[in-house]
């Protein structure tokens, strides 16, 4: 009966406006669970294709029916609430789909700017057979939890390649700190300053930033004239055009060639080394 409601329903769709649509399948569900609750199914099915027909031939519905047709949908949603759980499950899932599709569409289209920058800041072995991605922000609590995790993946697995993705989206705090490591890697030692930055307590800005790369033995005066050069800005603002592109707008963001990990969960090093070790698997990544 569901099948045989829904395509006299999607048929009516095609010559009728917004709000016709709407009040023809609410008319057609409202009558059909209300025959049903009585056990009536031959006259639910009936009802439910006779109502959607008459309002596909575009009468309008009287206040009478249109409350009527709000009383019958609350009525069966407040004696069936798990209903509104079924629908946000099934909400979470096409949302998930579609910025998986999202997701692969960009990462073809921007590979290159993701994964093969010559200047980009990195970690691991230059020439990894499998390149790792990660979008991050100092600042952030989870990115400082998830640190430790991908030092383990670069501490062992000598294949692994590992791209820094500076994306300072929570305060200009944030810009500060990732302008300090950016500019540290002119000087040779952006993981240096990028581990001890992640692994420190408290909030980054330039002041604290350009303490932890002085105690590293940076010259702190280059650092601060090297945070605002052109190129600096250029790599902020690049990584946040390429993340506006793949909808990223939370950190931290993992790429493992074509495959993603939203946020730090408590198992990161396993379900990046997962992923590498099916990459290696399959032959290779196609984008990276």
Not at 4 to 28: C, E, K, M, P, Y
Not at 49 to 62: C, L, M, Q, R, Y
Not at 218 to 246: C, F, G, H, S, Y
């Amino acid at each position: 009966m569901a099948a045989s409601l829904l395509a006299q329903a999607r048929s009516l769709t095609t010559s009728r406006t917004g709000i016709a649509v709407v009040l023809s399948l609410a008319t057609a569900a409202g009558f059909a669970l209300a025959a049903l609750t009585s056990g009536d199914r031959a006259t639910a099915q009936t009802s439910a294709v006779s109502e959607a027909a008459e309002a596909a031939k575009g009468a309008p519905f009287t206040d009478e029916q249109k409350a009527g047709i709000r009383a019958i949908v609350r009525d069966y949603l407040l004696q069936n609430p798990e209903l509104f759980l079924d629908v946000q499950t099934e909400l979470e899932k096409k949302l998930e789909e579609i910025q998986s599709a999202r997701l692969k569409t960009s990462l073809k289209e921007n590979s290159a700017d993701i994964f093969r920058r010559p200047d980009a800041p990195m970690a691991g072995n230059p020439n990894g057979d499998v390149t790792v991605v990660e979008f991050f922000d100092y600042n952030c609590g989870f990115c400082k939890r998830g640190f430790p995790e991908v030092a383990k993946l670069i501490d062992s697995d000598s294949k692994v390649k590992v791209i820094f993705k500076e994306l300072p989206i929570l305060s200009k705090a944030s810009e500060e700190a990732s302008r300090v490591a950016l500019a540290a890697k002119k000087q040779g030692k952006y993981w240096e300053v990028h581990r001890d930055m992640l692994n420190s307590k408290g909030r980054l800005d330039e002041e604290t930033a350009l303490k932890i790369a002085g105690k590293l033995g940076l010259d702190t005066a280059k650092l601060k004239a090297d945070m605002n050069a052109p190129d600096v800005t250029a790599e902020i603002e690049k990584v946040r055009e390429i993340a506006q592109k793949m909808g990223i707008n939370g950190t931290p963001h993992f790429l493992v060639g074509d495959r993603s990990i939203a946020g730090a969960p408590e198992n990161l090093h396993e379900q990046l080394a997962e992923h590498v070790k099916a990459i290696r698997a399959s032959g290779g990544c196609d984008v990276c």
